[in-house]
């Protein structure tokens, strides 16, 4: 894939956001937009190198009230 340009992806990310108006989107649709557009690597997600137990953990966290 070779280096990142950034700023291009910055630009990109922008113009995807806006495309979807009102409606909004997630990060995450942004994320696999830049991956199908070859702007970015699909790499492995941050929580898959997380040890299990942490995961756990996490996922039976409350919030802050």
Do not use: F, K
Request: net charge positive; proline share 9%.
């Amino acid at each position: 894939m070779g280096r990142i340009h950034w700023s291009a992806i910055v630009d990109r990310a922008r113009d995807i956001v806006t495309g979807y108006g009102e409606l909004g989107c997630t990060l995450r649709q942004v994320h696999y937009r830049l991956v199908a557009e070859g702007l970015i690597p699909n790499t492995r997600p941050p929580t898959g190198a997380c040890p299990p137990d942490s995961r756990r953990h996490a996922a039976t966290a409350t919030s802050p009230t």
